[in-house]
């Protein structure tokens, strides 16, 4: 029974079969490869003139177009007709549309997202409780590595629908700390000790100049903001000096910062009147007769 079926194998394995197999996977090799090489030169063409995103959106373009275009090659080549074959997709993509509006959404969101350009690679975000750099902008979704190192997908349909904050939009941004300190500070002397700790730092920058608002008289002392302006690259250690330089200079120039108190008041209570003697119980019993 295994010699029958080597040798119908055999028979249907004809010269002109062979050289079908032969030629589709020539077609499929050198389709990929010139599809590789046609994908670098874009990138390299058009490195100098277009952002980071839309480079990788033209590369992604050229390689599913190119893949659709081999494809059909091959499929011709194997004598199946295209035509019904593109009138079978189109019934498939119909079903398959509706089994998938939620990546329909996404697609669509994603092209107002390119078209609006709210961000692009690089940048840091914020969306709901993630914060994270872009690593990549696809038409369903966009990439983002947090802080902490991890990798989060966010569909495009949420970024439509979601605040977003784009933290390293501008490239100058400004810090503010707020704080308050005891009523008895004076504010002049306060106002002097701020800019000159801002003067100090090497990341604050001197224009535009810092911000000192008296904001309001709190509960247990005077509320102010300070905002220092400086270059984004310089966020993390512009913070951690600062803040250390602030706490060095109130305790060195005796400013205390306020913090919730409450005041007790003991005073001492009259002495509670002497009880008289307690009635005895036979006149408790007694009662008044008639």
């Avoid at 692009?120 to 750099?133: F, L, M, R, S």
Wanted: proline share 4%; charged share 20%.
């Amino acid at each position: 029974m295994l010699k029958n079926a080597l040798r119908e194998l055999v028979n249907l394995v004809t010269l002109e079969v062979l050289l079908k197999v032969i030629l589709v996977l020539f077609i499929g090799v050198v389709g990929l490869i010139l599809l590789r090489l046609l994908s670098a030169l874009v990138n390299r063409m058009t490195r100098k003139y277009l952002s980071q995103q839309y480079s990788m959106l033209l590369r992604k373009a050229i390689q599913y177009t190119g893949a659709v275009v081999v494809l059909f090659i091959i499929l011709s080549v194997l004598g199946v007709k295209i035509t019904a074959l593109l009138g079978a997709a189109g019934i498939v993509g119909i079903a398959v549309g509706f089994a998938a509006q939620t990546s329909m959404s996404n697609l669509i969101s994603g092209l107002f997202l390119i078209s609006e350009k709210p961000f692009q690679i690089g940048d840091a975000i914020k969306v709901g409780e993630n914060t994270g750099v872009i690593l990549s902008i696809d038409l369903l979704s966009v990439k983002i590595k947090t802080f902490d190192n991890q990798y989060i997908r966010i569909p495009n349909s949420v970024l439509i629908n979601t605040e977003l904050t784009n933290v390293t939009r501008f490239p100058i941004r400004r810090l503010d700390i707020r704080f308050a300190v005891s009523y008895q500070t004076d504010v002049t002397r306060l106002n002097r000790v701020l800019l000159e700790v801002a003067a100090a730092n090497p990341h604050c920058l001197d224009e535009p100049e810092p911000l000192i608002v008296f904001t309001d008289f709190g509960e247990s002392g005077m509320q102010f903001l300070f905002g220092v302006w400086f270059h984004k690259p310089d966020q993390l250690e512009m913070r951690n000096s600062l803040m250390q330089q602030i706490k060095e200079r109130f305790e060195a120039e005796g400013i205390q910062f306020a913090y919730p108190a409450r005041r007790l008041y003991a005073t001492e209570l009259p002495p509670a009147p002497a009880a008289g003697p307690a009635p005895s119980a036979a006149r408790r019993g007694r009662g008044r007769k008639t």
